[in-house]
């Protein structure tokens, strides 16, 4: 009679503590602890590890699952001073009141920034003086990729012709679900994944037999790519050639990377639900000491000040380590201030467009013809005959006018085209909801937020995308027609050298720069829209589960597409340059960038011309970056002094540098000048003739700015300056002309700004201008864009 009493009790204490213990593992969140390296040296430990286990078992020791391996996620090495452990906020708490920590923060979640390209961008395999023939294709260098990983077994990370593994190297591929370390190659020399602190804050995606997310939505426990961004990415920057490349029929060609000689390491940060800082820390950290010469991350989000920003921490010790690290700006443009990856020494790359259009022409039932793209294949025409009904379902469900997941009416949707405003939810899916409603087509309309951004899809039904003016003639004729009607016509691929391009996308995150307003971000812009490269062949085009279509490559557009076009190129620089500085690399694309297109017109934002908020230095030019002429070169020591004028405490310069400085004697020794390539002043009232960070008085209302180049050219060369003042600003340079008597050699210039304009009350306004020395010869033209800012009072 007493069992069933002492069976509920039992059961009762069993469910009371595990309901315990998922309350505690939901408290539970990784947080990244900076320490200060001179610590080690003094705290007896033979590893770091160690030294970090110890630092952490106090905190934890009275919790039952405070075992290290639970606990402690990643020991660092190079990329900061310190670990990633899973902590409460009180733990938190009480470690950074420990000796010898520097800082303590949560992770964070970083979003990805979602062929014909190097054509488009001049690059030619039959030129010898090109870049790709003086820098044999990027021959001899590694480009580190963090992102979702790879698809090893696709014809762009063959190793046909390419050169050994460089003996420097000392990358392994790590043995994982569905990937063996057979699977590398000379071109594919690396692939390591991290997922531990993801685990902790996505645990939705885990596997029930690995710690590491995998299992539900198809994900691979391995450097393995289980979305196709990383191998899109991957063999956007230095994938083989491939000839008969294309998607469904369009963009065929042979696809090939912007540096396909050279050497690809996957370091699998991104997973499913994201990126998180404590995995980038880790893969940076391993990247730096397998011995990468060039970062590419697709990825990033909104702007951070830099002592809580991961990758601007980890991307000023690679820099220290004569590693340049490419980001991608984001994808929240074109509002103002939304570009991310803002640090100086990050080389920070917005989006662009090509001259390649995909056409899908809407043919309205009273004649008219809309403008529309996509990349449904181009048939005999028989299966668009057939006109089919219009229908555009706003009065159904909520959301049913953005063709959100079951709010469409099959009765009134099936067997018609469906039109879907765009947002909220992803293009593709859109046509997927369509399809499982019933509907036998889709017009996705762009609303005013998209304008008439083009960024096109392999629909899993046939589908046009139409811009917002389109869009807009679209719903009156339905409104306005009894019985509206339309079919589509695919075109195919078009490519059309009159045609307005490159120019800036709408999607690419604009400047200035919120955290670092006298730097100008981006840097440079490169093709980022429909762009063709690689993709798992398990993979359906458009990357939903309910696509089972196979294909070898697929488009996608975004500053992801972006960023890797200029990783590929700065390994080409690299290559051809192999004992500069990230500096210079990042200093010769910006000032060898393009700033009209190929029409000989300024470079276009929508219908205007481009401002250098969108633009930054300009469309990044391969062909002239391997030989600028002059560079802005600096060391990471440079950055200090500027670090100090944008305010930033001893400590937190100490976060994200590890250097004990004073700011006052620093500024007292080196100045307050940042070498940069571009130049941006800042006017405010009641400092009329200095800006906190960019300059200093050196008369009144006068700001001054110093640079200093380096002849990277022939020796015996002359330079003269040719100055575009902005708007109502009076520009000065001293002197105005530079000669160079040998390579290498350095000269100081001075550069003055006065501000002809009254301050605006209540408001902020820009104008913009350019400084550049022309070689006598005009062989060389080394421009810097300059932006003026004026803050009027409140």
Known sequence: MGTPHVLLFFLFIFFHLLSSRMLHARELHTHIIQLHPNQFKTSGFQHKSQWHRSILWPTVAEDDDAEEPFRLLYSYEAVIEGFAALLTDGEAAAIRATPGVVAVRRDRRHPLQTTYSYKFLGLNSYQRSG?????????????????????????????????????????????????????????????????????????????????????????????RDAHGHGTHTSSTA????????????????????????????IYKVCWFGGCYSSDILAGMDDAIQDGVDVLSLSLGGFPLPFHEDSIAIGAYRAAE?????????????PLPGSVANEAPWITTVGASTLD???????????????????????????????????????????????????????DVVQGKMVVCDRGST???????????AGGLAMVLANTEQNQEENSVDVHVLPATLIGYREA??????????????????????????????????????RGPSTTNPTVLKPDVVAPGVNILAAWPDNLGPTGLLEDTRQVNFSVLSGTSMACPHVSGIAALVRSVHPLWSPAAIKSALITTADVVDHTGGPILDGRRPAGVFALGGGHVNPARAINPGLVYDMSS??????????????????????????????????????????????????????????????????????????????????????????????????????????????????????????????????????????????????????????????
């Open 321 to 333: 380590r004569g590693v340049l690290v490419v980001c991608a700006a984001g994808n929240n443009g």
């Open 131 to 223: 870049p790709w023939g003086e820098s044999g294709f990027g021959e001899g260098t590694v480009v580190g990729v963090l992102d979702t990983g790879v698809w090893p077994e696709s014809s762009s990370f063959l190793d046909n012709g390419m050169p050994p593994v460089p003996k420097r190297w000392r990358g392994v591929c790590q043995v994982g679900e569905s990937f063996d370390p057979s699977l590398c190659n000379r071109k594919l020399i690396g692939a390591r994944f991290y997922g531990r602190g993801h685990r902790v804050e996505e645990p939705t995606s885990n596997s029930g037999k690995s710690r590491w997310p995998a299992g539900t939505n198809g994900e691979y426990v391995s450097a």
């Open 426 to 436: 992803g293009r593709a899916l859109k046509g997927e909801v369509v399809k499982e």
């Open 472 to 509: 807009v003639a679209l719903k009156k004729y339905i409104t306005s027609t009894k019985n509206p009607r339309a079919r589509i016509l695919f075109r195919g691929t078009i490519y059309q050298r009159n045609f307005r391009a490159p120019g800036v996308a709408l999607f690419s995150s």
């Open 238 to 265: 230095v994938g083989a050639p491939v000839e008969g490349a294309g998607v469904v029929g369009n963009a065929v060609g042979t696809a090939r990377g912007m540096a396909p000689r050279a050497h690809l390491a």
């Open 356 to 410: 390649r259009s995909f056409p899908a022409l809407l043919r309205l039932g009273n004649g008219q013809v809309l403008y529309g793209e996509s990349l449904h294949p181009a048939g005999d025409g028989h299966e668009n005959e057939q006109f089919l009904e219009l229908v555009y379902d706003y009065a159904g469900s909520p959301g049913s006018q953005f063709c959100f997941n079951s709010t469409l009416r099959r």
């Open 637 to 794: 020591a440079d950055y200090l002094p500027h670090l100090c004028q944008l305010g930033y405490t001893t400590s937190q310069i100490f976060t994200i540098t590890h250097k004990n400085i004073s700011c006052p004697l620093l500024a007292a020794k080196k100045g307050n000048f940042l070498n940069y390539p571009s130049m941006s002043v800042i006017f405010k009232e009641g400092r009329r003739h200095s800006t906190k960070t960019a300059g200093r008085s050196h008369r009144s209302g006068w700001v001054l700015l110093i640079r200093r180049v380096t002849n990277v050219g022939p020796p015996n060369s002359t330079y003269s300056v040719e100055v575009e003042p902005p708007q109502g600003v009076v520009m000065r340079v001293s002197p105005s002309s530079l000669s160079f008597h040998n390579v290498n050699e350095s000269k100081t210039f001075r550069v003055w700004f006065r501000s002809k304009r009254k301050m605006p009350k209540g408001n902020i306004s820009y104008a913009q201008g350019s400084l550049t020395w022309v070689h006598l010869s005009h062989s060389n033209k080394v421009r810097s864009s300059v932006a003026v800012t004026w803050v009027g009072p409140k």
